[in-house]
């Protein structure tokens, strides 16, 4: 009786995920390979073969790659500080990481144009300071793109491995230095695969937003293409919907092959789980 009052609560959400999610995810997939009737692999073939679309997929996963990293290396440190503080200044702390989720990408992206641009405050800063002799060409290119990325990402991380480092009871760490072991011997041995879990998640999340994200690589990357303005590209400007199809069939695989990968790496580093 139990089960079947489960499953009716879960029926709502699985019909919605299934009219709007899943049907038309195979619908859109189901279309690049059968073109005017036929069983087609063109569309793949073409985007894999093709040296300019090779190097907008190569940006992009260059991107997402980047800043995922980059998201663990500052957000890492970041939530184990967090994690070991008291409610009230946990409380404040994790509020001013979510803070800037609260803001529109599209503000955020502006901003950074404004900070990035060749008369922008960084810029600025570096030729007043005797840094360089003329401004640097920071805007418009892909690492203007990651700036804006882990600026948008970093909160994610932070909050999901707040979640799993909360959980980890300190006394672990003194019974390792009881033991002999350095304090960083301790982090390593005890804290980082303890936090794998959410390390796990947390990339996933800023590889995946990366991966898809379109406001701000259009913004702060100007001509520079990556894989969601290049859908955008065929399908509302060039109009050809089976392109778009193919490159959204593209980024829906490497999705998927990258949480496998994630999972596996996960199981790898902490097989008790």
């Given at each position: 009786?139990?089960?079947?009052?489960?499953?009716?609560?879960?029926?709502?959400?699985?019909?919605?995920?299934?009219?709007?999610?899943?049907?038309?995810?195979?619908?859109?997939?189901?279309?690049?390979?059968?073109?005017?009737?036929?069983?087609?692999?063109?569309?793949?073939?073409?985007?894999?073969?093709?040296?300019?679309?090779?190097?907008?997929?190569?940006?992009?996963?260059?991107?997402?790659?980047?800043?995922?990293?980059?998201?663990v290396l500052l957000g890492f440190p970041a939530a184990y500080y967090i994690s070991r503080l008291g409610p009230r200044k946990k409380g404040i702390l994790l509020a001013l990481a979510i803070f800037p989720l609260l803001t529109s990408s599209v503000v955020r992206s502006f901003s950074w144009m404004i900070i990035l641009g060749k008369k922008g405050l960084l810029n600025n800063a570096i030729?007043?300071?005797?840094?360089?002799?003329?401004?640097?060409?920071?805007?418009?290119?892909p690492t203007a793109m990651m700036i804006g990325l882990i600026h948008l990402f970093l909160p994610l991380i932070i909050i999901t491995l707040v979640g799993v480092m909360e959980n980890i009871d300190p006394d672990l760490l003194k019974a390792a230095e009881s033991l002999g072991a350095s304090r960083f011997t301790a982090f390593a041995k005890v804290i980082v695969p303890l936090s794998v879990p959410g390390l796990i998640i947390g990339s996933i999340l800023v590889f995946v937003g990366s991966l898809t994200a379109y406001t701000t690589p259009a913004l702060l990357g100007g001509k520079q293409r990556v894989v969601s303005t290049f859908l955008y590209q065929n399908a509302m400007t060039l109009n050809d919907w089976y392109m778009a199809s193919v490159i959204a069939t593209i980024m829906i695989v490497i999705t998927f092959v990258v949480i496998g990968l994630m999972n596996k790496l996960a199981t790898k580093l902490n097989p008790k789980g």
């Open positions: 009786m139990k089960k079947t009052v489960m499953y009716l609560l879960l029926l709502p959400g699985l019909i919605f995920l299934t009219l709007f999610m899943i049907i038309p995810i195979v619908l859109v997939i189901g279309s690049t390979f059968f073109q005017q009737g036929s069983f087609t692999v063109a569309g793949y073939v073409q985007f894999l073969t093709d040296h300019y679309f090779l190097n907008i997929l190569l940006t992009t996963l260059e991107v997402s790659l980047v800043t995922t990293i980059a998201c030729v007043g300071l005797g840094l360089a002799d003329k401004p640097l060409d920071i805007l418009y290119t």
